[in-house]
């Protein structure tokens, strides 16, 4: 009776942490739902194991948001599990943009609709807390590259964790600006100009200010010449008016608008770079949930299934 009783309780044990288990991962796949994103992620739903994602097409019924996704795919994830996978497009917007509305699984033969989820979330960049101060000093982080200015806030300076540079500029009424930087080399630019010591300080976002501020950039060897490009917006490289200062090593450009830089010791030859291998920084959101109300009804369940035990054996005696 004993073994009988301990392998009931064995059983009951497997129950409750199949059942835990399963409630978790529902519970984090429903949060996706709903949650918060940023833009250039990718938001997955696993599918039940019994679906089979081959035999599946999308219908995309979203009221909302549909510019703001790239791509909806039913098929294998990265860790290759069959998934509903909406793919954000990779944006600088300092808005949020609502997705909303139903996305439905097919049968590809029948048409029929195997499945529909309903979505309502946002994608944005996250906002940076700003002091109320008449004067910032900002260390940027990509993070949360938003900055939405108070009324107060007459001249902020910007600087870099990893890059020798600052931008100041005056604020009055300011607008949001999305100033999420990138470092990271174009390989055509690169490749074109193999001779040349190049760093590279792109602002996505293409932050624009109503005042002319000052990008200051300090040079590593003041023993040389250097020269500051723009990748404009149609990737071609285009000279700078930036003036090099040689006794200060620096290079300093007035300008409202921040785009992509670089930064050479040599006159670079004109070239498109649209060949980048330029990424954002993109930082997944986990999910999160309670599996409370699960949990009550595993413990239910466990309760019951001892109780049928006892009475079997005590049939039994």
Same mark, same amino acid.
């Given at each position: 009776?004993?073994?009988?009783? %301990?392998?009931?309780?064995? %059983?009951?044990?497997?129950?409750?942490?199949?059942?835990?288990?399963?409630?978790?991962?529902?519970?984090?796949?429903?949060?996706?739902? *709903?949650?918060?994103h940023?833009?250039?992620?990718?938001?997955?739903?696993?599918?039940?194991?019994e679906t089979d994602? !081959?035999?599946?097409?999308?219908?995309?019924?979203?009221?909302?948001?549909?510019? %703001?996704?790239?791509?909806?795919?039913? *098929?294998?994830?990265?860790?290759?599990?069959? =998934?509903?996978?909406?793919?954000? @497009?990779?944006?600088?917007?300092? @808005? =949020? =943009? &609502? $997705?909303? *509305?139903?996305?439905?699984l097919?049968?590809?033969?029948? &048409?029929?609709?195997?499945?529909?989820?309903?979505?309502?979330?946002?994608a944005?960049? @996250?906002?940076?807390?700003?002091?109320?101060?008449?004067?910032?000093?900002?260390?940027? &982080?990509?993070?949360?590259?938003?900055?939405?200015?108070?009324?107060?806030?007459?001249?902020?300076?910007?600087?870099?964790?990893?890059?020798?540079?600052?931008?100041?500029?005056?604020?009055?009424?300011?607008?949001?600006?999305?100033?999420?930087?990138? #470092?990271?080399? $174009?390989?055509?630019?690169?490749?074109?100009?193999?001779?040349?010591?190049?760093?590279?300080?792109?602002?996505?976002?293409?932050?624009?200010?109503?005042?002319?501020?000052?990008? #200051?950039?300090?040079?590593s +060897?003041?023993?040389?010449?250097?020269?500051?490009?723009?990748?404009?917006?149609?990737?071609?490289l285009?000279?700078?008016? %930036?003036?090099y200062?040689k006794?200060? *090593?620096?290079?300093?450009?007035?300008?409202?608008?921040?785009?992509?830089y670089?930064? !050479? +010791?040599?006159?670079? @030859?004109?070239?498109?770079?649209?060949?980048? #291998?330029?990424?954002?920084?993109?930082?997944?959101?986990?999910?999160?949930?309670?599996?409370?109300f699960? &949990?009550?009804?595993?413990a239910?369940?466990?309760?019951?299934?001892?109780?049928?035990?006892?009475?079997?054996?005590?049939?039994?005696?």
């Amino acid at each position: 009776m004993k073994k009988t009783l %301990a392998a009931l309780m064995m %059983a009951a044990a497997v129950v409750v942490t199949s059942l835990t288990a399963f409630a978790a991962e529902t519970e984090d796949q429903n949060e996706k739902y *709903g949650q918060e994103h940023t833009p250039g992620q990718s938001v997955e739903i696993l599918l039940d194991e019994e679906t089979d994602a !081959s035999d599946l097409k999308v219908t995309n019924k979203l009221t909302s948001g549909k510019d %703001a996704v790239e791509s909806i795919t039913v *098929g294998k994830n990265d860790d290759g599990k069959d =998934a509903l996978i909406l793919k954000l @497009k990779e944006t600088y917007e300092t @808005k =949020a =943009a &609502n $997705i909303a *509305g139903d996305i439905q699984l097919r049968n590809k033969n029948t &048409n029929a609709v195997v499945k529909t989820y309903s979505f309502d979330f946002t994608a944005q960049w @996250k906002k940076a807390e700003i002091d109320a101060d008449a004067e910032l000093e900002i260390v940027l &982080n990509n993070d949360a590259p938003v900055y939405d200015f108070a009324s107060s806030n007459k001249n902020v300076t910007f600087s870099f964790s990893d890059v020798d540079a600052y931008y100041n500029v005056r604020l009055e009424d300011q607008s949001a600006v999305n100033m999420h930087y990138t #470092t990271k080399a $174009i390989k055509a630019i690169v490749q074109a100009n193999e001779d040349a010591d190049l760093s590279f300080l792109q602002f996505n976002g293409n932050p624009t200010f109503d005042f002319n501020g000052t990008l #200051t950039y300090n040079v590593s +060897d003041m023993d040389k010449t250097w020269y500051l490009y723009e990748v404009n917006s149609e990737e071609k490289l285009v000279k700078t008016k %930036a003036e090099y200062d040689k006794e200060e *090593g620096t290079l300093t450009l007035k300008t409202k608008a921040l785009s992509s830089y670089v930064i !050479s +010791d040599k006159e670079l @030859k004109t070239v498109a770079a649209s060949d980048s #291998t330029t990424e954002s920084d993109k930082t997944q959101n986990p999910a999160t949930g309670s599996v409370d109300f699960v &949990n009550v009804a595993v413990a239910l369940s466990v309760v019951s299934l001892v109780a049928a035990g006892a009475v079997a054996m005590k049939k039994a005696k």
